[in-house]
């Protein structure tokens, strides 16, 4: 299974972060597998963003969720991410990531990441 991320890299102030990634070597319907978006921003630890899962329901980390909105197009077989109104504070490498069960179980495969820098 293969991910990769894409989208732009450099956003002003207040403008929306939109992300895709692109899921190949399988299907993000299939039962049970859901995909996440997480982010590190530089110095600092791994963020969990939110996931949606099979059944196309999103879930998101309460920190963000006011501004997050994830969803999903199966016939192109990616998911995506949209973040409003960001900050110098989202500066981060944005990753996309598969995985079944629990959030805190882990991931089992990861896009490379992209970085998404935030200044004006």
């Known amino acids: 299974v293969l991910l990769q991320e894409s989208g732009p890299g450099l956003l002003k102030p207040s403008q929306t972060l939109s992300l895709t990634c692109t899921v190949s070597g399988g299907s993000i319907t299939t039962i049970y597998y859901d995909w996440s978006w997480i982010r590190q921003p530089p110095g600092k630890g791994l963020e969990w963003i939110g996931y949606?899962?099979?059944?196309?329901?999103?879930y998101y980390s309460p920190s963000l969720k006011s501004r997050t909105s994830i969803s999903r197009n199966t016939s192109n077989n990616q998911f995506s991410l949209q973040l409003n109104s960001v900050t110098p504070e989202d500066t981060a490498v944005y990753y996309c990531?598969?995985?079944?069960?629990?959030?805190?179980?882990?991931?089992?495969?990861w896009g490379k990441g992209t970085l998404v820098t935030v200044s004006s």
């Open positions: 949606i899962n099979y059944r196309d329901r999103p």
């Open positions: 990531a598969r995985h079944i069960g629990p959030v805190t179980d882990g991931m089992d495969y």
